[in-house]
């Protein structure tokens, strides 16, 4: 009986000093949160220019998104500078939590159905806990429905319309003006011209944000591709934007030379040289919605 009780005091002092562990922990962790301060804001809206920022959509909140752009300005009076043309992606973000993000979206380049999942890795921070940049991890995948089924070559299945893309996303907020990002990227494509493609490409991105006033910030990306093969036709892609905050909108005004609104499209396929005038004015429209309570 004794051997018996002396068991059940170790069990009892034992549980009790890994429940008190537990609260001490939480307690210093709570503590440690309220000593810590997080970048806020380092990007206001989720896309740059043509790419995506760090930033996530917060739990609960659905964001409706509009890409248009233009064709490129050297076309001249006959196509009216371009806006004869016209391509476009509508899509939607949703918070599932604060760091984590969900997405869909249709463009009408290559009629393309895509998704992506964000998730924001680590934040920017500095006090108790000091971090100096936000890493955010982005995987998609696009599907293209062109050409129908009865138009495509022999021995071209479904599977050759997918395409892949994983980025990691780093930025940090050096001044509450001023917000650099950097975008290592790598996309697989299922079908190619082998003559002058890769399956994979690899490309690195560089961009930032600058505000000029409380609602009104300048911004540009480039990436550059680092395996591009012999022949290849296609050009890096260069993205200006103003962003202009008007409540639950941002409207963004950009100047690009891709037409392509998916990171296949734009990272590999882009046609356009922007010092040839190969350039397409456009914007991206936001609408926030907060669909669960904070």
Do not use: C, W
């Not at 490309?203 to 505000?211: T, V």
């Not at 036709?233 to 103003?242: A, C, E, H, Q, V």
């Not at 962003?243 to 609104?261: C, K, P, S």
């Not at 356009?272 to 919605?289: C, E, K, L, S």
Request: glycine share 10%; charged share 25%.
């Amino acid at each position: 009986m004794k051997k018996h009780f002396l068991i059940v005091l170790a069990l009892f002092f034992g549980n009790y000093l890994l429940m008190a562990q537990d609260d001490l922990m939480k307690e210093l962790e709570q503590s440690q949160d309220k000593d810590t301060e997080y970048a806020f804001q380092t990007f206001k809206g989720t896309r740059l220019v043509n790419g995506h920022t760090i930033e996530t959509k917060n739990k609960g909140t659905l964001e409706f998104i509009f890409a248009h752009r233009f064709g490129p300005v050297n076309g001249g009076l006959y196509e009216l500078f371009g806006l004869d043309d016209a391509y476009v992606r509508l899509g939607l973000d949703y918070g599932i939590t604060d760091n984590l993000s969900v997405s869909i979206g249709r463009n009408s380049v290559d009629k393309t159905m895509d998704g992506y999942v964000k998730y924001k890795l680590l934040r920017q921070s500095k006090g108790a806990r000091n971090f100096p940049l936000t890493i955010t991890a982005l995987g998609g995948t696009a599907y293209k429905t062109s050409p129908k089924k009865e138009d495509a070559l022999p021995g071209f299945e479904n599977v050759h319309r997918l395409a892949y893309v994983g980025q990691l996303l780093i930025a940090r907020k050096i001044t509450p003006s001023l917000s650099l990002q950097i975008m290592p990227s790598f996309v697989h494509r299922n079908a190619v011209n082998k003559s002058f493609e890769n399956n994979d490409d690899i490309a690195i991105g560089a961009g930032g944000r600058i505000k000029l006033t409380k609602s009104v910030a300048f911004t540009s990306e480039y990436y550059y591709r680092l395996n591009v093969p012999d022949g290849n036709p296609y050009k890096n892609t260069l993205g200006f934007g103003i962003d202009i905050e008007t409540g639950g909108h941002v409207f963004q005004i950009v100047m690009t030379n891709t037409r392509g609104l998916t990171e296949r499209a734009f990272l590999t396929e882009t046609e356009g040289d922007f010092g040839d005038g190969d350039i397409h004015f456009g914007f991206n429209v936001t609408r926030t919605f907060q669909l669960k309570r904070k």
